[in-house]
C-alpha cells in the first residue's frame, strides 16, 4: 500500500507564496518521479510541475519561472514553491507518484489566490 500525504494549501492575495509538500510512503518500488497537477471545476487535470530520479524538471509554460519543484529523497518527500501566484493559479493541487508498478495520487489540497 503506497500513501500519499499532501500539506501547504490555502488561500493567499495575487503576487503572494505558499509551498506545498507530498510524503510518500508505504511499499515504494522503483520510484520513476513525482509530480503535481491541479485541476479546476469542468476542467481536466493539468501538469504544473514534475521531477525525475534523475533530478530532471519539467514545469507548465505557465507557472515557468514562478514555481520551483524539489525533492528530499531521504524521506521520499516533493516540494512546490509558488511564488507570485496569480488568480489563475487558483486549483485544488494533486501530487502524483509514479513507480514501476503503477501511478498514485494524493488526495488534493486546495490553493485559492483571491484579493
Known amino acids: 500500500q503506497v500513501q500519499l500525504v499532501e500539506s501547504g494549501g490555502g488561500s493567499v492575495q495575487p503576487g503572494g507564496s505558499l509551498r506545498l509538500s507530498c510524503s510518500a510512503s508505504?511499499?515504494?518500488?522503483?520510484?520513476?518521479?513525482m509530480g503535481w497537477y491541479r485541476q479546476v471545476p469542468g476542467k481536466q487535470r493539468e501538469l504544473v510541475a514534475v521531477i525525475r530520479n534523475n533530478g530532471a524538471t519539467s514545469y507548465a509554460d505557465s507557472v515557468k519561472g514562478r514555481f520551483n519543484i524539489s525533492k528530499n529523497k531521504y524521506n521520499n518527500a516533493v516540494l512546490l514553491q509558488m511564488n507570485s501566484l496569480q488568480p489563475e493559479d487558483t486549483a485544488v493541487y494533486y501530487c502524483k507518484l509514479t513507480t514501476n508498478v503503477s501511478d498514485y495520487w494524493g488526495q488534493g489540497t486546495q490553493v485559492t489566490v483571491s484579493s
Open positions: 508505504g511499499r515504494l518500488f522503483a520510484m520513476y518521479g
